[in-house]
């Protein structure tokens, strides 16, 4: 499975990279025409761009496009590290769904509790960055530290969670069926 997800995204990255290659999507604007015989413009005779021409926008690859939260496919298979504090000795889990269903392999505190938070809310581990001026608590959760990594509906998924703020904290207490019973929900 995880060979099928990484030949899976390494085709969508490579495809999504010619596309944003082509200026216009690959539709010729009306200046790239050249001028027909009657002093108009023919359609059929389109100027191509040297490959070396630089464009406008920048390309996102398909991994930034924002994932919506709601319901996913719920196939995953993750790596999650939750540790106590600094020095302590970190809980690692390993949780495998296949259509919101764990997978026999998985060996996480309650499989079929993560695999459906994953599959109700497929951005759950792909949280859109803070905006700048959003504010949060300063209050402090305690000094547990969770990682998730892997792969949630074909999409790579590497998240930390932290317990620094009322923002992180509210992040933590969203995702605690996921980090597994030591992760320490407050």
Same mark, same amino acid.
């Given at each position: 499975m995880r060979k099928q997800l990484t030949h899976a995204a390494l085709v969508l990255m490579a495809v999504a990279g010619l596309a944003a290659c082509t200026p216009g999507?690959?539709? +010729?604007? *009306?200046? /790239?025409?050249?001028?027909?015989?009657t002093g108009g413009t023919s359609p059929s005779a389109t100027?191509?761009?040297s490959p070396d021409a630089e464009t406008t926008a920048p390309a996102q690859s398909p991994s930034a496009a924002p994932v919506t939260s709601g319901p996913g496919q719920g196939?995953?298979?993750l790596a999650i590290m939750v540790k106590p504090s600094e020095t302590g000795t970190p809980a690692n889990f390993t949780l495998v769904c296949l259509e919101g269903v764990p997978a026999a392999e998985s060996?996480? +505190?309650? *499989?079929? /509790?993560?695999?459906?938070?994953?599959?109700?809310?497929?951005?759950?581990?792909?949280?859109?960055?803070?905006?700048?001026?959003?504010?949060?608590?300063?209050?402090?959760?305690g000094p547990q530290e969770a990682t998730v990594t892997g792969v949630v509906d074909g999409r790579a998924v590497e998240a930390t969670f932290t317990l620094r703020d009322g923002c992180e904290i509210a992040d933590w207490n969203a995702a605690k069926d996921v980090l597994g019973s030591t992760g320490g929900a407050v």
């Open positions: 999507g690959g539709t +010729p604007s *009306p200046s /790239a025409t050249s001028p027909g015989a100027v191509t761009p196939n995953a298979e060996q996480h +505190p309650d *499989p079929a /509790a993560a695999c459906l938070a994953v599959k109700n809310n497929a951005a759950l581990l792909s949280p859109a960055p803070r905006p700048t001026d959003q504010a949060c608590t300063m209050q402090y959760g």
